[in-house]
C-alpha cells in the first residue's frame, strides 16, 4: 500500500499563490508518476498536473503558465506551485500515485480562492 498526505491548502485571495506538497510513503517502490487532481463542488475530478519518475510533466490547459508541478525523488514527494490564482481555482486538490496496476488517492486539501 501507498499513503499519500497532502499539505500547503487554505485559504488565498485571488492573484496569490499556494504550495502544495504531498508525500509517499509505504510500499512507494515501482511508482512511475505522481500528480495532483482538483474537484471543484459540482464538478468531476479533474487532473491538474502530473509528473513521471522520468520527469516528463503534463499540466490542464487551464493551469498551463500558472502552476508548476516538481518533485523530490529521494523523499518521494511532490510538490505543486500555485500562481496567479482566481476563483476558479477554487477546489478540493487530491495527490495521485500511480503505478502500473494500481492507482493511489491522499484525502485531499482545500483550497479556497476569494475574489
Known amino acids: 500500500q501507498v499513503q499519500l498526505v497532502e499539505s500547503g491548502g487554505g485559504l488565498v485571495q485571488a492573484g496569490g499563490s499556494l504550495r502544495l506538497s504531498c508525500a509517499a510513503s509505504?510500499?512507494?517502490?515501482?511508482?512511475?508518476?505522481m500528480g495532483w487532481y482538483r474537484q471543484a463542488p459540482g464538478k468531476q475530478r479533474e487532473l491538474v498536473a502530473i509528473i513521471t519518475t522520468g520527469g516528463n510533466t503534463n499540466y490542464a490547459d487551464s493551469v498551463k503558465g500558472r502552476f508548476s508541478i516538481s518533485r523530490d525523488s529521494a523523499r518521494n514527494t511532490v510538490f505543486l506551485q500555485m500562481n496567479s490564482l482566481n476563483a476558479e481555482d477554487t477546489a478540493v486538490y487530491y495527490c495521485y500515485a500511480r503505478k502500473i496496476a494500481r492507482e493511489y488517492w491522499g484525502r485531499g486539501t482545500q483550497v479556497t480562492v476569494s475574489s
Open positions: 509505504g510500499s512507494t517502490f515501482s511508482i512511475n508518476a
